[in-house]
Structure formats: C-alpha cells, structure tokens
C-alpha cells in the first residue's frame, strides 16, 4: 500500500428514482404523447419520454434468484476449476463458453454444466491467446476472444479464423506513450476504441473528472466514426504527505456504456442520459424517465465506522487514519448517481440498474428493462453476479440471453464460479 494507491468504494446496489434515460430504438411514431410514453423528434434526434418508473411491469418478467446451475470448483477436475474468470456467453446453439484468464483458454460446457471442449492456450500462435479478457459473439456466430489490443476471431467450433491488433491512428497521447485502448467488438467486429484523457493523475486532490473519446474503427484502428468527448470517471481522491493518494468513486454520479449490433450506447448518471449513436456516429435516440431527484442523508452516504486500529506499521498507520478522516468529513454530492450500470441483452433490451449509496444497500436490486423501443417496459430483481464492480477496467460482463442469465460470483474464500439463472417471461 506504500505505492501510488486508489481505492474506489462502491457497494451500494439500491435506486434512486432519479433517472433520464436515453436509448436507441426504431419505428418510433413521431409526436405520440401520452402521460405513460410519448415520443418526438428534435433537431433531427428522437426522444422517447416515459412518465416514471412505476410503468414497469414487475411481474412479466421473473428472474430465478436461485441459480440453476453453477460451473466451477475450488478442487477438482481441472476444467472445472478456474484461474480468473475473463468473460461468458451463450453460444449459438445454446452452450455456455467460459473464459479462463490466467490459463488463456476457452471451455466450453452444455446447457447441464458438463465439460465438451477446451480451446487455447498461451501463445501468439493461431489458436493460442495473449490473455482472455472479454468475449464477444458476432455476427454469424462467430466468437471473439478479446485482450486489449488484440482480438482472436473464431468460427462456431472455436478454431482460429485471423486475428488483428487495432490502435488508433490518431491519439492525444505524445509518443512513446498511448492513450488508446480497445474497449469492445460492434456485432460485424468492427472495435469500439477508445482515446484516454487523463487529468487525475496529476492532481492534488479533491474532486477530479477524467474524460474519454470513443471512436468507431476498422481493424487497423483508422477512425470511422467519432461519437464524441465523454466522462470516464468521477473520483474523489485525497493525498497523503509525502505518501500515497487514494480516493473513491461512490456515491459521486459514474459513466457506462456498452454497444449491440453498430449501436454505441453511453450513460452519465449525473446527467440521467442514456445516448444512443448510430454506425455514422451521429446521435440517433434518447430516452427519459421523467421523475424527481433522490436525496440521501449523510449517515446512509457515509456511515459511521471506527478509528483504524494501529498496524504497528507508523507509515501504514498514516495511511489509513488520513483515508478514515477524509471519509468522515466527506461532503455529499450536488448530485447522486441515478443508476448504478447498464447492460445490453441478446435481443436489445436495455438494463438499468437502480442505485442506492453504501448504507442503503440492497442485496437484490431492481434493474429497469427498455426495450429496443425504448419504452420502459419491465423491472426484475437481481440476483448475486449482476452487482458489478463500478471500476470500467475491471468490470466482468453478465450475458443476458433471451430465457437465461450467465453471470460470475464469488465464494467467501475468493473462488471464482459461473453461474445460470433462469429468466422467465409471461
């Protein structure tokens, strides 16, 4: 801890009622308003309004709180015991393929959990990987095994197709040093770059704004499409003498953002906004929640919690009563986060998880469903491994299929395992 030190806190899973919405969706009739959902055109931008969050149906949609299958062992057959989760999805045909992070291979197991295949290995070989850090499923059921910047396309039986190495040909770092990284894969396999302004690193403390560009890009990395300067993060970071820095992120307002066929969808919870840009880069749809901001009192922001006891380590002592004082005098937020993440389904559904600081935490939140309309249609709660970190480099996607729900959890003892709800629709 005696390094350069950031620690992010972001525990809490509940909702404020705070929350903007904007999505991409088609066949929108312009100028249809009603106090449940309307829909109008503006400067060329379609918004889509819904008059609050109680037009969810709770009860169309119910998500299984108990899994109906988990994969993963502490001890046991090696295909069943994982290094570090790197990502899941749902195959074509219904097979849940799982990667292992620190082994750099693929497995592939059928809908009861049993082992059929193991794919990789470390390498830069075809059918070898540099890491598994994401996966995604194309177009024509291809797969694409991602680690930043390099991309493994593979056909539907998991061998080697090609592989490339996108970085962006124009970048506002100086070299030597980059600023561009892979964020994902659009559905034809085209990357989604990004372009990372950093500020915060150099600061001396207080409140700071980290910003991103994300661009649309070929397999090479020349831009396609720019969708435009974004919030990366809010963190609020304090500075020991002499020392080491450290901040956190809750409960001040977060970005996410996600992509689905050649859509680029960007959330800002300060600003209540789901954007949704088309393949051009040009902003095509929003959508709104049209309700009142939450307030939080200071003790649900930042419970009270004791003086850290003495390490018998002076400088570690430092370090930890410096954390713990700026904790306690901490103000709040102007503005509370109005949701906590956002996921994109199979079918395009969009997932908005409802926030609630660390004292209010709810261990089964509810996570709000648009659909491809954008029309606030259903809200389910969440079972354990749809809670994500809130750190974006280190978040772990849930696939959500059109029945099932393939997600990662952790046992008290760190063990890493995969795990399968069951989604049913009415």
Known sequence: MLGSLLHFFRRGAGF?????ILLSACGAEDGTRDPGFSTFEDGGVIIS????LHLADTLAWVLDTTEVLRIGLAEGPEEYVFGRLGGMILTADGHILVGDALANELRLFDETGQFIQKAGREGEGPGEFGGV??????????VAVISDPRVDILDPTLGFVRRFRPHLTEMSAEPPFTSDKLENLFGDGMPLMSDFL????????????????FHRTDESGQIKARYGQFVWARTESHQVPGGPSFGWREPHPQA???????RFYYADAQRFEIMVFGPAGRL???IRVNVPAQQYARDVVYPPSPSPEPTGNPRMDQVMRVGWEARQNA??????????DMILDEEGNIWVRQYHPDGAVDSQPWWWVFNPEGRLRWAVRSPPGLVRSPNPVRRLDPYIGTDRIVASIRDEYGVESVVVYRLRKR
């Open 133 to 142: 850090n994401r996966l995604r499923r194309l177009c024509g059921d291809t």
């Open 198 to 213: 950093s500020v915060c690193r150099s600061g001396t403390g207080g409140m700071c704004v980290d910003s991103i560009l």
């Open 331 to 340: 103000s709040l937020p102007d503005t509370f986060p109005s949701f906590s």
């Open 16 to 20: 404020s009622p705070s929350l903007l």
């Open 49 to 52: 309004e819904n008059g609050g």
């Open 284 to 286: 095509e749809r929003r």
């Open 256 to 262: 996410f953002w996600a992509v689905h066929g050649d």
